[in-house]
């Protein structure tokens, strides 16, 4: 069983920044691709950004492309997403995923429970 729980999540300016974290536990493996989703409400859940084992290779989604950085820390377990120049349109719970896999989109077999961003104008 493999626990992920994020946390950083909170209400911030348009333009302002935020670091999301996730602390993964339980039977989490190092060669695990893990990622961000976001859900906005009355929309679906959507892909945000994927890291691989070692950190080298990164994926975004076009929306976030240059103003989000995903990076881990393997050693200590964890996920990081860091927010810059936040939008109104950011404003979701943002979900860590563990072991995401690709199939007509990007989907993870472990989520955690998600934190709230909301990004005023």
């Known amino acids: 069983q493999v626990q992920l729980v994020e946390s950083g999540g909170g209400l911030v300016q348009a333009g302002g920044s935020l670091r999301l974290s996730c602390a993964a536990s339980g039977r989490i493996s190092s060669s695990y691709v893990m990622g961000w989703f976001r859900q906005a409400p009355g929309k679906e859940r959507e892909f945000v950004a994927r890291i691989n084992w070692s950190g080298g290779s990164t994926y975004y989604a076009d929306f976030v492309k240059g103003r989000f950085t995903i990076s881990r820390d393997n050693a200590k377990k964890m996920l990081y997403l860091r927010m810059n120049s936040l939008k109104p349109e950011d404003t979701a719970l943002y979900y860590c995923?563990?072991?995401?896999?690709?199939?007509?989109?990007?989907?993870?077999?472990?989520w955690g429970q998600g934190a709230q961003v909301t990004v005023s104008s």
């Open positions: 995923g563990a072991d995401l896999k690709y199939g007509s989109s990007w989907y993870a077999d472990y």
